[in-house]
């Protein structure tokens, strides 16, 4: 999921363990900031855009940057 907005990428990032309880299972939706997919569209590594600082899993996203080719 991508948001533009820095407070609803706070809530949608921050309440996810919190959602996952209420449903007894973890939710993995990686939840990213606008400027976070750009960056990563212009080559930047997931970990020069903070994303090792998100509250929910970013993993899913990486692993396929991981194994993609570059053009």
């Known amino acids: ?3 533009p907005c820095p407070l609803c990428h ?3 990032d921050m309440q996810q363990p919190e959602a996952a309880k209420v449903i007894g299972r973890d939710l993995g ?3 990213l ?3 976070q997919l750009v960056g990563l ?3 930047f590594e ?3 855009l903070g994303m090792g ?3 929910a899993s970013t993993e899913w996203v990486e692993s396929r940057l ?3 080719v570059p053009a």
């Open 66 to 68: 991981a194994g993609a």
């Open 41 to 43: 569209a212009l080559g």
């Open 10 to 12: 706070l809530n949608l």
């Open 1 to 3: 999921m991508v948001t």
């Open 29 to 31: 939706l990686a939840v």
């Open 46 to 48: 997931p970990k020069e």
């Open 53 to 55: 600082k998100h509250i």
């Open 33 to 35: 900031h606008l400027p």
